[in-house]
């Protein structure tokens, strides 16, 4: 049972390159966000998608872009990578339910360095 | 913003010690879930509090909710030195599916 994965682990850029941060996920989950971790700031969330088809910008959107062409698959564009993007990025994933709430499952993380 | 805080941001006690975090949010909420982060890796949930809850337990964990105060906390009752790392409270608004995280206690256990 994978749960959450992210791709890849580690990415270094340079100021300017675009690159895709893939996340997929195994649970059936509907619900599917990227959250950014910053020393101090916890983690903020930048995009989700409430399903395949939806998405919406969350707290932090500028610089990024998803897509939900699949329920498994959540992945967040960098389109010119800048400084400011250097964090920690997680996926999560989680079953929809706005009555009973439920528990989020993270990935483990990309750390992106942008020189 | 609509993160919400903690407090303290770090705590050393030791082993066998009970460790107490405090979580402030800013709005009226659907649940709120704590998380742990150990070094360097993806958030683990540990206990989920809907808004019409007042306390949760689960193993050492005990979880308070006051919505009217808009304020949670975190007792982890005697304490080991593997529960090192990083706690988080995260609320989901009312009506809302998004969970939105606090900056979280570092937490340090000494042997």
């Known amino acids: 049972n994978a749960g959450v994965t992210q791709t890849p682990k580690f990415q270094v850029l340079k100021t300017g390159q675009s690159m895709t941060l893939q996340c997929a996920q195994d649970m059936n989950h509907e619900y599917m966000s990227w959250y950014r971790q910053d020393p101090g700031m916890g983690l903020r969330l930048i995009h989700y998608s409430v399903g395949a088809g939806i998405t919406d910008q969350g707290e932090v959107p500028n610089g990024y872009n998803v897509s939900r062409s699949t329920t498994e698959d959540f992945p967040l564009r960098l389109l010119s990578a800048a400084p400011s993007q250097t964090s920690v990025y997680f996926c999560a994933s989680s079953y929809r339910s706005r009555e009973l709430g439920t528990e989020a499952f993270f990935g483990q993380g990309t750390r992106l360095t942008v020189v | 913003s609509q993160q919400g805080e903690e407090d303290p941001q770090a705590l050393s006690i030791q082993e066998g010690e009970n460790a107490t975090m405090n979580c402030s949010y800013k709005?009226?909420?659907?649940?709120l879930q704590w998380y742990r982060q150990n070094s360097g890796r993806g958030l683990v949930h540990l206990i989920l509090?809907?808004?019409?809850?007042r306390e949760k337990h689960s193993g050492r964990l005990r979880v308070t909710l006051d919505t009217s105060k808009k304020s949670s906390s975190l007792l982890i009752t005697a304490s080991r030195a593997a529960d090192t790392a990083s706690y988080f409270c995260?609320?989901?608004?009312?009506?809302?599916?998004?969970?939105?995280f606090g900056t979280g206690t570092r937490l340090t256990v000494i042997p």
């Open positions: 995260a609320q989901v608004p009312t009506g809302a599916n998004n969970l939105f």
């Open positions: 509090i809907r808004s019409n809850e």
């Open positions: 709005t009226s909420i659907n649940n």
